[in-house]
């Protein structure tokens, strides 16, 4: 289905094809760095009225509506007022990760479509919760992974589905960055209460993504993982951009999540996914993903910063006439002009107009979310452990 959606956009990606006679009204929980680039997006489409805005932080709405000069829009401190007193159509869940569940099961309580940025949630039982309320209201759900949407990305699952590498049995996937730990405009990506999943939670998921949705998301069995910190807590990981020493400091104070995650997972489908993640680590990059087949093997480069993009042209390894042979697969460009995160934006508001099923939907990555719960619950308790996933049917 989600092939159908971005089957839409054309090279000009025409806004011909968009009725705009009635247009969505929209709203955001949490106006920080995220919900930045959703209400671009959002502004490029001729069929939506951006009306209100919340945010916990008192003021923090209003300069963030002003800044797109949407003066007229509302501003809230508290979301829950704003869903009562406003008429609609779905919101965008910009929250930092601790908030994803109770913000997105509230909203589509309330009869809305929700936008949910990722990682889906911080725990598989809050991603069972928010599966539930979205079964329950019929309203749309997506979530916010836009590397989905890149050429790339769709031409690696693209390879993997035509059968050229045949049969998995093995996958590396992950990366990391040397000296990344965000937080250059915020610090809830560090905080125990706002982050809780660091490194794992944030380009984590996407590693993730990107091999499963080539397999069609199968499930994992049994997980062995770490999760590791021992980078975050030192000042000396932080570049500032004073180099002060007390904001250094500050950083180091307020570290409480993983910066490190690896783990070895057997999926349903037979494949071994042997993953690993990092916002910090003393290496250029702990490898670039490998999806092996029977028939061939694709390697994906990994790239400095692990964002969901791909660092360089792919490469096939395969056998032609008895002989190794390396295929090489050019790096793509998306459409001029359109963003990946456009077509998340785009993709959501089409299933909420057309009724056609989500374009990143829970059934999907609550699998995701349940390797990274697996991951830290297997760190917990220091071996393996067998993963179920309540209520995938
Ligand atoms: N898809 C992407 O490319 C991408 C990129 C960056 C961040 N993210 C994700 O977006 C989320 C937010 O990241 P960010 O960088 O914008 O963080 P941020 O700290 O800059 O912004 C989060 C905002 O949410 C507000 N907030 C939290 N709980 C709230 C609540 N209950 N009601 C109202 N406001 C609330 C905070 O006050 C804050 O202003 C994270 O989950 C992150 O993983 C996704």
Not at 243 to 253: H, M, N, S, T, V
Not at 307 to 336: F, Q, R, W
Not at 343 to 367: E, H, Y
Request: hydrophobic letters at 35%; aromatic letters at 8%; glycine letters at 10%.
């Amino acid at each position: 289905m989600a092939d159908n959606v971005l089957d839409r956009f054309d090279q000009n990606m025409t806004e011909t094809k968009i009725d705009a006679s009635k247009k969505l009204r929209i709203g955001f929980i949490g106006t920080g760095g995220i919900a930045n680039s959703h209400i671009k997006a959002y502004l490029n489409q001729p069929d939506v009225e951006i009306v209100c805005g919340a945010d916990l932080v008192e003021g923090k709405a209003r300069k963030f509506l002003d800044n797109y000069n949407l003066t007229d829009a509302k501003d809230y401190v508290d979301y829950k007022q704003m869903i009562a007193e406003n008429q609609l159509d779905a919101v965008s869940v910009c929250t930092y990760n601790s908030q994803h569940a109770p913000c997105a099961i509230y909203a589509m309580e309330h009869g809305l479509n929700v936008l949910l940025e990722k990682p889906f949630t911080v725990t598989l039982e809050e991603a069972v919760a928010v599966r539930k309320a979205e079964k329950e209201s019929g309203k749309v759900l997506s979530i916010g992974f836009q590397p989905r949407f890149d050429a790339n990305m769709k031409m690696i699952k693209q390879i993997v589905e035509s059968g050229e590498l045949g049969e998995i049995y093995y996958i590396q996937t992950g990366g990391g960055r040397r000296h990344g730990i965000p937080v250059g405009w915020s610090t809830t990506f560090i905080e125990g209460d706002k982050g809780v999943l660091g490194a794992i939670g944030d380009i984590g998921c996407y590693s993730l993504d990107m091999c499963l949705n080539a397999m069609g998301y199968p499930k994992p069995v049994t997980i062995s993982g770490r999760i590791s910190g021992f980078f975050g807590k030192t000042p000396e990981a932080y570049t500032t951009k004073t180099d002060c020493k007390c904001e250094q400091q500050k950083f180091a104070d307020l570290f409480a999540v993983d910066d490190f995650a690896s783990a070895y997972i057997r999926l349903d489908n037979g494949v071994v996914l042997d993953f690993r993640i990092a916002w910090y680590m003393h290496l250029d990059t702990p490898g670039d993903t490998i999806i092996m087949g029977k028939k061939g093997s694709l390697r994906i480069p990994s790239t400095d910063c692990w964002n969901g993009s791909v660092g360089g042209a792919m490469k096939i390894y395969h056998d032609i006439c008895g002989k190794p042979t390396e295929t090489i697969v050019p790096l793509l460009k998306n459409p001029e002009g359109v963003s990946n995160v456009d077509m998340k934006i785009r993709s959501f508001l089409d299933a909420i107009k057309n009724g056609t099923p989500s374009p990143i939907p829970s059934s999907q990555i609550i699998i995701n979310q349940a390797i990274i719960d697996g991951i830290v619950k297997s760190s917990e308790v220091g071996h393996e452990i067998e993963v179920t996933i309540p209520g995938l049917d």
